[in-house]
C-alpha cells in the first residue's frame, strides 16, 4: 500500500450498495463523507450493477436514505450501455428489461423482429422457452447481445436465485457469439464512467465493498481502489483473492480523514 495517497485523488467512484448504503439506511458516515469530498470541489459519481431501476427510480431511493446525490452522477448499468449505444449510432434495438429501467434508454428505436442489438438486463420470471429462442433467433439472424451484467446469482428473502447470466452464457453457448458486458467488473463501463467525468483513469479511486465487481474491475481499469468492510464484505474471501485492494478502511466514513 506505500505510495498510494488520497491526497492526490482528482475524483471518486462509490459503489451505492454496501458502501453508502446497507438494506433500508445509509451508512454511518457516509452523508459526511459524500459532502467531505464535495466540499473539496472533487468530482464523484455512484455507480451500481442494478438492472431493475430507471436512474430516476435509483436516485428517488438514495435520497430517500439521505444521501446527498444527485440525479446526473448516478452511474448506473443503463448509464454505461445507453453510452456504448450512443458511440454504435443508436441502432435499433431489442430490450429485455422491465418498465421502469426501459425509460433510460427511451432514445434508441426498437425492433420487434431485427434488432441490430440486443440488450439484456434483469426481466425476472418472463424468461421462458420462447422468449429465449425469439432472442436467439435475433441473434442467429445478426443481432449483437449486451448484457448489462453477468451476475451468476443473487440473494433475496427467500434464498438465491439464478440472475441473468445464466441466460447470457446459455446465448452465448447457443449463437456461439460472446455478449458484450457491460456492467462492473467489464473495462467498459469504468472507461464510461472515466469519459463521464473527463478524467483519466490514475486519477480516480474506486470506493467498493466487492472485491471483484468494485476492487478488480477498476484496477484492470488502471485506477486505484479502496475496498470498505460494509456490505458483502468477507475476510475470507479477501484472503482468498488475487485481487489486492490499495487500501482497506473500516467503512466510508474513515475516508475524509485520508483525503
Ligand atoms: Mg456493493
Known amino acids: 500500500m506505500s505510495g498510494f495517497s488520497l491526497k492526490k485523488a482528482g475524483g471518486f467512484l462509490f459503489d451505492l450498495d454496501g458502501v453508502l448504503y446497507v438494506g433500508d439506511r445509509a451508512v454511518p458516515g457516509a452523508v459526511e463523507a459524500i459532502n467531505f469530498v464535495r466540499s473539496k470541489g472533487i468530482p464523484c459519481r455512484f455507480t451500481t450493477n442494478t438492472t431493475t431501476r430507471s436512474l430516476e ?3 428517488r431511493k438514495v435520497t430517500a436514505f439521505g444521501l446527498p446525490v444527485e440525479k446526473k452522477e448516478i452511474f448506473s448499468a443503463t448509464t454505461a450501455a445507453a453510452m456504448y449505444l450512443r458511440h454504435k ?5 431489442f430490450f429485455m428489461l422491465t418498465e ?4 433510460d434508454f427511451a432514445e ?3 425492433s420487434e423482429t431485427k434488432p441490430q442489438y440486443v440488450v439484456i438486463g434483469d426481466v425476472g420470471k418472463r424468461w421462458d422457452y420462447d422468449l429465449i429462442n425469439k432472442v436467439f433467433n435475433m441473434m442467429v439472424d445478426g443481432a449483437e447481445l449486451i448484457a448489462l451484467h453477468k451476475g451468476r446469482y443473487w440473494q433475496v428473502e427467500e434464498g438465491l436465485r439464478v440472475d441473468i447470466g445464466a441466460f447470457v452464457a446459455g446465448l452465448e453457448f447457443t449463437t456461439g457469439k460472446t455478449a458484450t458486458v457491460i456492467g462492473k467488473p467489464s473495462a467498459a463501463f469504468f472507461m464510461y464512467a472515466l ?3 473527463g478524467l483519466p483513469a490514475g486519477k480516480v479511486v474506486m470506493v467498493g465493498d466487492d472485491i471483484n465487481n468494485d476492487i478488480g474491475g477498476a484496477q484492470k481499469a488502471g485506477m486505484k481502489a479502496i475496498l470498505v468492510k460494509t456490505g458483502k464484505y468477507r475476510e475470507e ?3 482468498q483473492s ?4 490499495n487500501l482497506i478502511i473500516e467503512s ?3 475516508l475524509p480523514g485520508l483525503i
Do not use: N, Q, R, W
Not at 449510432?89 to 434495438?93: D, I, K, L, N, V
Open 89 to 93: 449510432g443508436s441502432p435499433a434495438c
Open 195 to 197: 469519459e463521464d467525468m
Open 57 to 59: 427510480s435509483l436516485h
Open 108 to 110: 434508441f428505436p426498437t
Open 100 to 103: 421502469d429501467p426501459l425509460k
Open 242 to 245: 488475487d485481487i489486492k485492494p
Open 252 to 254: 466510508i466514513a474513515d
Open 237 to 239: 474471501l479477501v484472503a
